[in-house]
Structures are given as C-alpha cells and as structure tokens.
C-alpha cells in the first residue's frame, strides 16, 4: 500500500462526516470500532489475508466513533436553562478575545446558582461582556451573572449558522452581561501553566504597539504578529478579504514559515550548529502558536514546519503528502469536528496546491520566460507559480464561504509577502524592546507605522482597481468537486509520461468531464428568472427587507431593515444579513431600491448597500418631515427626477436619513419621491403601482409609519401588496380611496402590531400573509388580536421569527412558498 497514512486519513475523515450526517449512538459507534480493532488485531496475529481491508474499515469507524463521541461529550445541562438569567461560576479558558465595545471569553462552567438553588454543571460557555475596561485571563475564576441563551438557528437559507459554529468548538450556551458588576473575579485557577505564560506574554508584547501606534495600525500589527483582530475595523478587514489576503490579519501558515526561515537565519548569523536547529526552532515555534490561539491554520503550519524539521534532522526522506495527512490527522484525533472549520479547509486546501500544483505550474511559467534570463525567469515563474497555486486550490472554498473571487489576488499576495515579513519582524522586535522601556518601541514603530500604512495604501489601492473582485453565487457541491476533479485530472496528465497507458486513460475521461463541468455551470448560472418571479422575505430580524427577483432578470428590494445606529455606522442588518444572502443567491447589482419611511429598521441597511451594490432607482416615501435642497418634496416629478426632500408633518425624519438621501444622490443613484398612482416600469412582465400616500393627503398619528410606501404588484393572476408600516389612520384613507387592493399575498403592516383593520383584510381578501418580525422582540410583536383575526379569515401565516426567510415563486398563477428556518 503506498502512502498508507494517506489513505488512513481520508478514511478517518470519511468516518467523521459519516458520524456528523447519519447521528449514531456513541455506544453503537464505539462497540462497531472496539470489535473492529479486535477483528483487526486477530488478523495480524493469524496473518489473514482480508486484514488491510480491516484496518481500512477500522479508521473509518474511528472516525465515526470519535465525531460522535466529540458531539456527545460537549452537550451540557446548561442548555435547560437557556432564555433565563442565571449567575455560573466557572474558570476562564481563553485569554480576552478584545472588541471596540464588548469583550469575549471561553468559560468552564462549574456551578449554576438559580432562584437560591445551587447545583454543580459542566460545559463551556462564550461570554460576552459589554466592559472592555477590565480584562480577565486565563486561569481567574469569576462570579458571573447574565442571560443565557442558545443562538438561534440562521433564518435565512445558506446564511452563517452561529450555533452550529459553536458547537462543533464545544459550546452549546452564551451568557451575555451588560452590567460590568455582574462580572466578579473570585480566585484563579491556573489551568495549563505554559497556555496561561503564554497568552500573559502575549498580552504584555500586544500592549507596546496599543500605546505607541495610532488605534488603526495598532489593530493590524497585532492582528498580523499575534493573530488579534477584534479591534481591526470593519472597512480594512472588508478590503483585505477582497484582494484575497484577509489570511494575513490572522496568524497562518505564512506567519509559521516567515517566523521558521527568520529564527533559521539567525541560528545561521549566530553560527548555530545546523545540528541544533530542530531542538531549537521545536519550542519557539510551539510557544508561538499557543501564544497565537492554536487555530486550525497555525496547527497545520506548526505540525507540518516540526515534521520537516525532524525529518532533516534525523535524516529521514521528506514526502509532503505524508506530512500533510499527519497534521490533519493529528488535528482531527484532538477536535473532529474542526472538520467543517473553514480554518482548517482553507489551509489544507492552499498548502495542497502550494505542494503539488506549484511545481508545475512553475515549470509551465519557466518554459514561457525562456526568452529572459534564467534567474529572472525561475524567480518570476515561482513568484506568480505560488499564489497561483494556492488561489486555484481554494477558489471552490473561497466562493462557497464568502461568495467572491480575487482576480488580484496574485499581484496582492506577491506584493504583501515581503511586507508581512517586514512588519513581522519589526512587530516582534518593538515588542520585545517595549518590554524593556517603552520609548525604545516608539522608536522602533516610527518606521513600523510608515510600512503599516504603505501596505495598507497597497491594499486599497488593489481593491479599487477595475474587476478586483467578482462576486459569485455560493456554488453547488457538485461544482467544488468537478473542480478538484479537474486540477487533479490536470495535474495527473502533467505529472504522467506522454504515450504511457495512464496518460491514454486519462485522456477518454476528458469528454465526460468536460461535459459534466458544463451542466453543472448551466445549472448554477444566475440566468434571467424566464416565466417565474421569485419573492423573497429576507429574515433580518425586527425590520424590513423584501427581494422582487422579476421574470426579465431585474431586482428590486423593498426597505434594508436596520439596526439602531445603522445609519451613521454603517454596519449591521445591511453588511451582516442583506448583503450576503444578495450575494449567495447572485444578486450584484438593484435595479430598484425602495424605502417605504424613514425609520431605521426599514431603510438603516441602505448605508452599507448603497456602498457596495450599484443602485439604478431609489423610491422613497415623500413625507417624513425635513428637506433636500430646502425643497419640498413633489410626487409628480418625471421618472428619474430627484426627491428633494420630505413633507413637513409632525414628525421629522432623522437627519441621518436625509444625509442618507443626499448621498444616494451624490453618488449618482436617481432618487425619487412617489406617491399613490405612480407605476414603476421595472419589467414589462409586471405591473408596480404605488398606492399610498396620497399627495398632499392629510395624516395623523405615527406620521412617518402612515408615510410608508405602499406597493402592489401584479404578474398574471398572482398579486403581492407590501404595506410598510402604515397605521390605522392610512389604512382608513385607503380603503376610503377606492383602490384595488386584492391581493393573494398580503406583507402585514407594522411587523403584525395590533394596529390592523379587519376592513383592510376583508378588502385586501388574501389567502397567505407574511409577518416581518423578529424573534424575542421587545414590542409583543405580533399581536395576539392580529394573528387570531387571519386565522378567521382562514389566511395561511409565515412569520419571519419562526419560519425564517419566506421565498415566494410564481409562475403567474401558483404560488409556490419555501422557508428558510429548519427546526433545531
């Protein structure tokens, strides 16, 4: 059997997935894996000769056995007590994981203290702490009292899955605290004593760049020497993602081999016997990546740099497939369930291409440079060969994980490489000095700031080039595995004699591959939506977001939700939920963006999105109190023609939401004011009138919620209103218009508050309604009064809290309806 480790590997990680997706009894799987070692070790013993086939079998069952075992023992009784306030007592496992307004934890419960009950759990616990100005470590035992809870299941379909993420780490509750009494440290108990020196170091060396480096260089450096990226903002960590380096802000396999050639060429400056490098570089390279976090990347890359080590020190053959195999091994027997980490795909994957798609790809490169001198030619070639390597190793992960693919991310990474090495370096040595007097620090990051920033200009100088990115929707699993198959196929032929029979087979595989590659791209091809529309509900939560995917292929989306303070952060429901289920189903680009009122749960999302998504059309409400221009609005201006502003009522609309609009139209995006009897002419498959308001129609109570935007849309027989926020006072002048208001659809006004006429029900006479609500709210939505009265009327009910996303398709008679939340 030649590279058997190889194969035991991929027979455990079959067994481990096998465990996670069939749900075995860990008994069942323990006994099936006990008798299989007794089968297997009875064949060795009687040299029978079905034996290898065993001891496959058996790491297939180890695999199943251990994922099973993993999962069950990281169950905890505390999640009895989700959804209630609760004081744990338990040991912190992890150093602070630091944020601009809370701070994170790992903790091991050890008691619960409830309602004077006092009983002794077990199971680790996330905390999140809103105090970021005392910090705990690793080892101190707190008192803490807070909400428990367990994150709820994604709404939306392919959305981040929180709970399922901390799972597979071995934490099934959070406690969240807001009040910084609730936290008491109450003793320490040290833990692993190299773990607690080593996060002391590392926050002790972290803190010479905090107080002599400006906030922003500061969160990067230590983001690239220590792997802290809590404090990195949000528009860096975006811009780094886009180039395809955002591994660089996170202690990697790059870091490992950069702190591995500096510590060899030292050893070299310091005429270092050869012969002591191993012993040597071993501990240093250890303390760095329990300093770093041990995350799946920086494990690999240690596991892998120490077998080469050995392996030349002992004077042993290096074969890289065994070596790699070994360290996902050794992963994989110390947390299956890393498996599904990301971390640990995308650093298998990448090194994967590094060390068996490179050399050729080097090889192909040289033979294009033969024309230029040969040093120049195999540098170049090695130069583009690497991150080429990689990029096409990862771009399936890379697609499915962030919906995106770098085109420059080869001239980013061959740029960056050198500067992280020289940030790294100089990282390290401002820490260590600052240590010893902090002014020396300065000194030394004096010069560190200038590189910070010229990298960092580097980085957004590439994101803004034309075509930098490409945004993709999450492909299926059948496409990953048509590309692996193609590089893998690719590779074989390269690496195969040409004329020998291997080559020969290969080549009658290349019509049938080639055939299924282009099927499954037909398939995931975002191509226009022929005869069907498709509505999505988007779950954001407490809010408003609705996607209009038409027949001819246009989109528009109706409000943003949005979170408090969403529109001077820009950050929340718009980059967190809005944009990335866009971006996971193919939508790039609005062709109509409409906000029905002013409030920051309907439009706060637009900050972000009118950032980062090409907007034709803006629809807005013209009533919400303010002006544009110190013009008042108009409801019959010509299509195209700009919203000056709002009508003057009562309440005024926030002024962030008329900087919102004033930069909306800066940047070029047409925004107009509608009113009751405009048509938007999206796709001439469907016909868009807006119903309310009526112009210069007068509105009492909450004015800006009975300004909201009122739209019906029409495609064949099927019928869909969408009714904002609008309150009892609109909802009556509506049905005094006489418009049509029929519908088969009807999104309930106001997140389904009791404030709904059964007038309006009876005249809208629809057969579903839709409730855009968000779990756990604190305004008891929706209403009791509400729900019962659709039930009277015999109307099927979707709520966004407990269904998740509600996608709606139709053909223009049926109507098809899909959610988004599974039972947990």
Request: charge should be neutral.
């Amino acid at each position: 059997m030649q590279r058997p480790l190889v194969i035991f590997t991929a027979l455990y990680m079959a067994g481990v997935l096998l465990g996670d997706l069939t749900g075995f009894k860990v008994s069942v799987a323990l006994a099936l894996a006990v008798g299989c070692f007794l089968v297997a070790v009875a064949g060795y013993t009687f040299a029978w000769r079905y034996n290898p086939g065993v001891i496959l079998a058996l790491f297939l069952l180890l695999g199943l056995a251990f994922s099973r075992l993993s999962i069950e023992e990281s169950r905890t009784p505390l999640v009895d007590y989700a959804g209630q306030q609760v004081t744990l007592i338990g040991r912190l496992v992890s150093g602070a994981d630091l944020r601009s307004d809370k701070v994170f934890y790992l903790c091991e419960a050890r008691e619960l203290v409830k309602g004077g009950e006092r009983k002794p759990v077990c199971g680790q616990v996330r905390l999140s702490v809103k105090d970021v100005e005392q910090l705990y470590s690793y080892g101190d035992l707190l008192r803490i009292t807070g909400l428990l809870y367990r994150p709820d299941p994604p709404g939306n379909p392919g959305a981040f899955n929180y709970r399922t993420y901390l799972e597979r780490q071995g934490v099934w509750v959070t406690l969240s605290v807001n009040n910084k009494n609730s936290v008491e440290k109450i003793g320490e108990d040290g833990g692993n004593l190299v773990g607690r020196f080593a996060l002391w170091v590392k926050q002790k060396l972290s803190t010479a760049a905090t107080y002599t480096l400006p906030p922003s260089e500061a969160a990067v450096l230590n983001g690239v020497v220590f792997g802290t990226q809590g404090l990195i903002d949000r528009e860096t960590r975006e811009a780094f993602n886009e180039t395809g380096i955002v591994h660089i802000l996170s202690v990697s396999g790059l870091h490992v081999g950069l702190l591995l050639a500096g510590l060899v060429s030292l050893f070299g400056m310091l005429k270092i016997s050869p012969g002591l490098t191993a012993p040597l570089a071993t501990p240093v390279l250890l303390f760095y990546a329990i300093m770093t976090g041990i995350n799946p990347a920086v494990m690999r890359a240690t596991l892998m740099a120490l077998l080469f080590l050995w392996a030349r020190h002992l004077g042993r053959d290096q074969d890289w497939p065994t070596t790699l195999a070994l360290a996902a091994l050794v992963i994989l027997l110390w947390n299956p369930l890393q498996i599904y980490h990301p971390g640990f795909q995308l650093s298998f994957a990448a090194t994967w291409g590094l060390l068996y798609l490179s050399p050729l790809l080097a090889k192909f490169f040289i033979e294009l440079f033969k024309g230029i001198s040969p040093t120049i030619a195999r540098a170049a070639a090695q130069g583009i060969a690497i991150p080429l390597a990689a990029q096409l190793a990862t771009i399936p992960l890379v697609a499915w994980y962030y919906n995106l693919i770098s085109p420059v991310s080869i001239p980013a990474n061959l740029l960056a490489v050198p500067l992280v090495g020289l940030i790294l370096a100089l990282g390290l040595l401002a820490a260590g000095l600052g240590q010893v007097w902090l002014p020396l620090a300065g000194l030394v990051n004096a010069g560190t700031v200038i590189v910070v920033d010229l990298f960092l200009g580097l980085v957004q100088f590439l994101q803004q080039l034309p075509g930098a990115v490409v945004y993709l929707a999450t492909p299926p699993a059948l496409l990953a595995v048509a590309w692996y198959g193609g590089l893998l196929y690719a590779a074989g032929a390269a690496y195969t004699e040409s004329g020998s029979p291997a080559r020969q087979r290969l080549k009658s595989w290349a019509p049938a591959g080639a055939a299924l590659v282009l099927v499954l791209l037909i398939i995931w091809w975002p191509w226009p939506g022929g005869k069907r529309m498709v509505v999505h509900f988007i779950d954001v939560g407490q809010g408003d977001s609705i996607l209009v995917q038409t027949p001819g292929g246009k989109n528009m989306l109706i409000d943003t939700g949005g979170r408090r303070e969403e529109f001077q952060t820009g950050t929340g429901t718009g980059d967190q939920v809005v944009a990335p289920y866009l971006r996971k189903i193919g939508v790039n680009r609005l062709d109509a963006l409409v906000l029905t009122h002013p409030h920051e749960d309907h439009c706060g999302g637009a900050a972000y999105l009118i950032n980062n998504f090409p907007v034709d059309l803006a629809l807005v409400s013209p009533v919400g109190g303010g002006t544009l221009d110190g013009e008042p609005a108009s409801t019959d201006q010509p299509a195209g023609g700009v919203a000056n502003g709002t009508k003057k009522t009562g309440e005024e609309a926030p002024p962030a939401y008329i900087a919102l609009l004033k930069k909306m139209i800066a940047s070029g995006i047409q925004v107009q004011a509608a009113g009751s009897g405009d048509i938007l002419r999206l796709d001439p498959e469907i016909y868009i009138e807006v119903l309310w308001p009526e112009e210069n129609g007068s509105i009492g109570g909450a004015e800006l919620n009975n300004a909201s935007l009122v739209l019906r849309l029409t495609y064949g027989h099927s019928s869909f209103i969408f009714t904002g926020d609008i309150e009892l006072e609109a909802q009556q002048k509506m049905l005094l218009s006489g418009e049509g208001l029929k519908s088969d659809v009807f999104k309930l006004p106001h997140h389904g508050s009791r404030s709904l006429l059964p007038e309006l029900v009876d005249k809208v006479n629809p057969y579903i309604a839709v409730i855009t609500v968000g779990a756990h709210n604190t305004f008891g939505h929706p209403a009791p009064s509400t729900v019962d009265l659709l039930y009277q009327e015999g109307v099927t009910i979707y709520r966004t809290d407990q269904d998740g996303a509600v996608i709606m398709e139709t053909d223009g008679n049926r109507i098809e309806v899909k959610t988004g939340k599974k039972s947990s």
